[in-house]
């Protein structure tokens, strides 16, 4: 089954069906009696009767026709108006419905609907969390790209997936919840929303793929989930005033330039469950002072600290910064 509706177009086809509706009902109505047929009622009487009563009596008749016909445009009138009403109110009732401010279709690798397009005006979003008595289950690729306007965002629990840059380029955007029930959000999917200052990430997401927060200049902290084992390249490269992230010991690698030139990144932990760390993954955080390589670190790019100035710790030896290089053969034992 697929499903796609635009519900401008459905408001629209409404009132089409609704004005053919009524042009059906006009053209089914009782046909008004017209003088002429009176008229020639009349003259069939004229020959038993006298040359004037004959003329009073057509006049009598022309003038109880026009006051009918007079009496049933009326009737019409008051009918169009009605319908008209009526029209106002379905179209006023499709409007304010919350799915009219979304193009949407079925997806079937989530199982339920999916937003294709945001269409709606304002500064706030609410996402139904139904439409059509389908649960929404999927943000699509750039469902609300660049709505520069858009300050807030209500996404449903029964959101599973967020796409490719589903939000990318909303620069008004402050902050965003991602409800429970998500496991996946998609490449600059929040890319260079610059207003952003603080985000939510529930314990069910799997998968943050490269580039979801890529220059979210404004975003000062992060907590990442426990259920993530992967932070994905350039996840928050560029993303210059983050103070404060996070890492759980459920993350296994960190990779290519995950963190580049967060320059106001001042302390970094990276527990021990990781084991590889990307290249240029720290790189132009010039904010760090000191960072511990855990035990558990087989590997290391070896740009992944240039242009840091931190010293950095590995089984139990401290490099500074002109020592980065031994301390890379170290970690990758060559």
Avoid: H, W
Wanted: hydrophobic content about 30%.
């Amino acid at each position: 089954m697929k499903i796609r509706k635009i519900l401008s177009a459905v408001t629209a086809a409404a009132v089409v069906l609704t004005l053919t509706a009524c042009n059906d009902n006009a053209k089914t109505s009782t046909p008004l009696e017209t003088p002429s047929s009176s008229v020639s009622s009349s003259s069939t009487s004229e020959k038993s009767s006298s040359t004037e009563s004959s003329s009073t009596s057509s006049s009598s008749e022309m003038s109880s026709s026009s006051s009918s016909s007079s009496s049933e445009q009326s009737s019409n009138s008051s009918s169009s108006s009605t319908s008209s009403s009526s029209l106002t109110s379905s179209s006023s009732e499709q409007q304010s419905k919350p799915e009219s401010d979304y193009e949407y279709e079925f997806n079937q690798e989530t199982g339920g609907m999916e937003i294709k397009k945001y269409i709606g005006k304002g500064t706030a979003a609410n996402i139904p969390s139904t439409i059509e008595g389908i649960s929404v289950t999927k943000i699509g690729v750039q469902a609300f790209d660049c709505c520069a306007e858009l300050e807030s965002v209500t996404i449903p629990n029964s959101v599973k997936k967020i796409d490719v840059s589903a939000f990318a380029g909303c620069s008004g955007l402050t902050n965003v919840i991602i409800p429970n029930g998500v496991t996946e959000i998609g490449q600059a999917a929040f890319g260079q929303c610059s207003s952003l200052t603080s985000i939510v990430l529930p314990d069910s997401l799997t998968k943050l793929d490269s580039f979801v927060f890529v220059e979210c200049t404004g975003l000062k902290s992060v907590e990442i989930p426990k259920s993530i084992t992967v932070i994905s390249a350039c996840e928050f490269s560029l993303c210059t005033g983050l103070t404060s992230v996070i890492i759980p010991d459920s993350v296994q690698i960190i990779e290519e330039d995950a963190f580049l030139r967060c320059s106001e990144l001042t302390s970094i932990t990276i527990p021990n469950s990781v084991t590889k760390i990307g290249s240029r993954a720290f790189a132009g955080c010039t904010g760090l002072k000191n960072v511990i390589i855990p035990n558990s670190v087989t590997e290391i790019g070896r740009i992944a600290f240039s242009e840091c100035t931190a010293e950095i710790t590995y089984k139990g030896k401290t490099y500074s910064s002109s020592e980065y290089d031994d301390l890379y053969k170290a970690i990758n034992g060559n």
